[in-house]
């Protein structure tokens, strides 16, 4: 039985081979466990099929009136050393053998509603696949919350991947 078309070599009258491009997945990191058990998941993807890994960091900003009424000076600042923060942090997300296995890695952090935000650059980069950390919280609780992996499956227009933690006394 041949393989999909999808991982097949193309090959040119003139005896050249155009192998697929890399793929493009996109690896939603809060920094929480869930997450990061996503970006383990997204590092092993990487070491089965060619691609090049992003990852995106949405710093929640709730505004508020005050906001409205701010020094657009300070406001600005603040952002930007939210921003700093926050990428700092993905950076150190990453260690050596994470970098290397990861092969082409890039570091979005953005300011907004993590599922428009994630949904956005999805769209944005044209994503293959979408990574993303599920914290297993019950039908009550992403009813009074919302969950932005939920959002995400619900919304994407390419695969979206949720990744569980492994579940206490399991392996």
Same mark, same amino acid.
């Given at each position: 039985?041949?393989? *999909?078309?999808?991982? &097949?070599?193309?090959?040119?009258?003139?005896?050249?081979?155009?192998?697929?491009?890399? =793929?493009?997945?996109?690896?939603?990191?809060?920094?929480? *466990?869930?997450? =990061?058990?996503?970006?383990?998941?997204?590092?092993?993807?990487?070491?089965?099929?060619?691609?090049? %890994?992003?990852?995106?960091? /949405? /710093?929640? !900003?709730?505004?508020? =009136? #005050?906001?409205?009424?701010?020094?657009? #000076?300070?406001?600005?600042?603040?952002?930007?050393?939210? @921003?700093?923060?926050?990428?700092?942090?993905?950076? &150190?997300?990453?260690?050596?053998?994470? !970098? &290397? !296995?990861?092969? +082409?890695? @890039?570091?979005?952090?953005?300011?907004?509603?993590?599922?428009?935000? %994630?949904? $956005?650059?999805?769209?944005?980069?044209? /994503?293959?696949? %979408?990574?993303?950390?599920?914290?297993?919280?019950?039908?009550?609780?992403?009813?009074?919350?919302?969950?932005?992996?939920?959002?995400? +499956?619900?919304?994407?227009?390419?695969?979206?991947?949720?990744?569980?933690?492994?579940?206490? $006394? &399991?392996?």
């Amino acid at each position: 039985m041949s393989e *999909p078309d999808e991982w &097949r070599e193309e090959t040119f009258d003139d005896g050249g081979v155009r192998a697929q491009p890399p =793929r493009v997945i996109l690896v939603a990191i809060d920094f929480s *466990p869930p997450s =990061r058990y996503a970006l383990a998941w997204a590092l092993d993807y990487a070491q089965l099929t060619p691609c090049e %890994i992003h990852t995106l960091h /949405v /710093v929640d !900003r709730h505004w508020h =009136r #005050a906001d409205l009424e701010a020094d657009a #000076a300070a406001l600005k600042a603040e952002l930007a050393q939210v @921003h700093a923060a926050a990428g700092a942090e993905l950076a &150190r997300f990453f260690d050596d053998d994470s !970098r &290397r !296995r990861a092969g +082409v890695l @890039h570091e979005h952090v953005a300011v907004g509603a993590p599922a428009d935000e %994630i949904l $956005g650059l999805a769209g944005a980069l044209d /994503v293959a696949i %979408i990574v993303v950390g599920g914290h297993g919280h019950g039908a009550l609780e992403r009813w009074l919350v919302g969950s932005v992996a939920e959002k995400v +499956v619900r919304a994407a227009t390419c695969p979206v991947v949720v990744v569980k933690p492994p579940a206490h $006394g &399991r392996t």
